[in-house]
């Protein structure tokens, strides 16, 4: 039996960074798995923006939590099954999926999908913060891919929940298949 795992299957290991740049919109994640790594950018959807409440900012916790549910639909099926290691810089964000609330109530409803797909599609989500400097997707998020061409990364289709436009809905139980 293997120690990484009771059931003594290996699960796959990915490791994601993720970052938003804020008043540009732009949200970006950076993947590393099965000695490949792949990137994607996009910038947040104006239907997903208008449903946000107006805080006087740039949304940038919603941002940031926005791309980490960029990382794991991008990735899809890729995730299932795996132990995801995510970096993020955003403290706010980051304890606020560890502890799994927000006083922010978009957020929080991101949170909760998040949360609830991570465990339908069996992901081991482990949460890490990151510096700034050292978060590998900080520069694609501002349009810099000098690093991820460095790096030799495939750039992906950017993809995220289609929950997006109905955060207020409550998610019916679907078994990953």
């Keep these: 039996m293997s120690k990484r795992h009771a059931g003594g299957k290996n699960r796959k290991h990915i490791r994601i960074w993720v970052d938003a740049a804020g008043a540009s919109r732009h ?17 947040s959807p104006d239907e997903w923006w208008s449903i946000l409440a107006d805080r006087g900012d740039s949304q940038i916790g919603n941002q940031e939590m926005l791309s980490i549910c960029l990382a794991l639909e991008s990735l899809g099926s890729t995730c299932e099954g795996a132990v995801v290691i995510l970096f993020c810089d955003n403290a ?58 460095l790096m030799g990364a495939k750039e992906i289709e950017p993809r995220l929940p289609s929950w997006l436009g109905s955060l207020w809905e409550v998610p019916e139980y679907v078994p990953a298949a």
């Design 27 to 43: 949200i970006a994640m950076v993947a590393s798995y099965d000695a490949q790594t792949v990137s994607c950018l996009c910038k």
């Design 92 to 149: 706010g964000v980051l304890h606020s999926m560890m502890r799994g609330s927000s006083r922010c109530v978009e957020t929080n409803q991101m949170i909760g999908r998040t949360w609830y797909e991570a465990m339908r599609k069996r992901i081991g989500l482990h949460l890490l913060k990151v510096q700034s400097k050292a978060n590998i997707a900080d520069l694609p998020s501002r349009q810099d891919f000098a690093l991820l061409k």
